[in-house]
Structure formats: C-alpha cells, structure tokens
T-cell receptor, first 118, second 118 residues
C-alpha cells in the first residue's frame, strides 16, 4: 500500500515549451502533496506544498508563474514547467502525505521525473 | 529556521562491517520527528527509520539503529552487517510535529553517499 506514481518518468523537451508532470497517490487519499527538485548528487529542495482545492504555497525563490502546481483531486497533483529552459533540467520528485494515525502522517515519495530541456 | 547538516559527503564500508552516518540539526522546537531516508541509484526515496523527539529510546529497524542525542541535536544512523544493497545516498531529515504553515514539510541534509565494498 501507500504507492505514489509519477508520469512521465523521463521527458525531453525543446526550450520554450511547457511540460506537465503528474503525481498520483494510487491507494490512498492525499490532502497534501509536496514537490521537490534535486540536482545530481545533491539534496532535495522543496519547491512548493500543494493542498487539494487550494492554491499551492511556494518556497522562497521559487517562481510560481514558472512552476504551476494544480492539486485538483485528493489523488492527483500536477506540476507544469512553463517555457522551460535548459537550466530547468533537473530531477523532480513529488511526495504525498497520508493520514495514518492521529499523531503521525507519513510522506510517501514518487519515483521522480527526469526533465531534460534542450 | 530549521537546518540539517550532514558533514560526511561520502563514506565507505566493507560488507558485513558496521558504519555510522552523522547528522546534526538546529531547531527551536521541542516536538518534532527525525528521519533517515535512503536513495539508491533508482532515485526512489525509501524511509529507513523514524525517531520521535519526545521518545528517549533510540529507534531500531533490523540492522539500522539511531543514536538520538536531543540536547546535542545529534542524530546518527548505524548500519550493522552492511550489505551491498545498502549502497545509496542517505539523507537525514527533520519535520516539525505540530501544525501551522510548516506542517508536513521535510528539511533535508546534504546527503551522504555510502559505498559498500565486497
């Protein structure tokens, strides 16, 4: 149980185009999803927190018009990289928070999406 | 703001031996969680172990155990009987337990690359 999927797993696009990445919780409802960015051999950097039915909360320094996040349902959040440029090339990871108990809500991570912008 | 520091960029261990990964953190909160995550070459984030700050007893999961020193804000991971499959990047992470704007947000350390030699 508690599986999170991401689609696509790998995408290559031309500079100036937009790319959408989907994050789905397959067997649980996720009121909150998180989007991270990771460069090779570096840590995960939180980009934004996505709550179902409300606007995403972006971390300082993250351009909300560049990285559009939509959390349309309890099982789906999408990240759209608009007008992508080579510097947006990175590994994007989502996680979904599951309510497992009164006191503890574990996060489950998706397998990640590798974005390459040419 | 909370910070998590892993001072060992790389560590190596012989198969069947024991290795300890270090982590320190800084927070003004008293109630929080600490985690160790493993990221193998597949880049799927895997939860290794979790520690609640209010618990004095160190968490243990099979071959993985932690040494949690709350006053020193130290949280090290010990891997016993190391196996080839333990080779990965390991991240220490912090999360506040209470609600509010930071609820559910994970703060990661820089990561430690663990190599296991046969």
């Amino acid at each position: 149980g508690a599986v999170v999927s991401q689609h696509p797993s790998w995408v290559i696009c031309k500079s100036g185009t937009s790319v959408k990445i989907e994050c789905r919780s397959l067997d649980f409802q996720a009121t909150t999803m998180f989007w991270y960015r990771q460069f090779p051999k570096q840590s995960l950097m939180l980009m934004a927190t996505s709550n179902e039915g409300s606007k995403a909360t972006y971390e300082q320094g993250v351009e909300k018009d560049k990285f559009l996040i939509n959390h349309a349902s309890l099982t789906l959040s999408t990240l759209t990289v608009t007008s992508a440029h080579p510097e947006d090339s990175s590994f994007y990871i989502c996680s979904a928070r599951a309510v497992l108990s009164y006191s503890y809500n574990e996060q489950f991570f998706g397998p990640g999406t590798r974005l390459t912008v040419l | 703001a909370q910070t998590v520091t892993q001072s060992q960029p790389e560590m190596s261990v012989q198969e069947a031996e024991t290795v300890t990964l270090s982590c320190t953190y800084d927070t003004s909160e008293s109630d929080y969680y600490l985690f160790w995550y493993k990221q193998p070459p597949s880049r799927q984030m895997i939860l290794v172990i979790r520690q609640e700050a209010y618990k004095q007893q160190n968490a243990t999961e099979n071959r993985f155990s932690v040494n949690f020193q709350k006053a020193a804000k130290s949280f090290s991971l010990k891997i016993s009987d190391s196996q080839l499959g333990d080779a990965a990047m390991y991240f220490c992470a912090y999360r506040i337990r209470a609600g509010g704007t930071s609820y559910g947000k994970l703060t990661f350390g820089q990561g430690t690359i663990l190599t296991v030699h046969p």
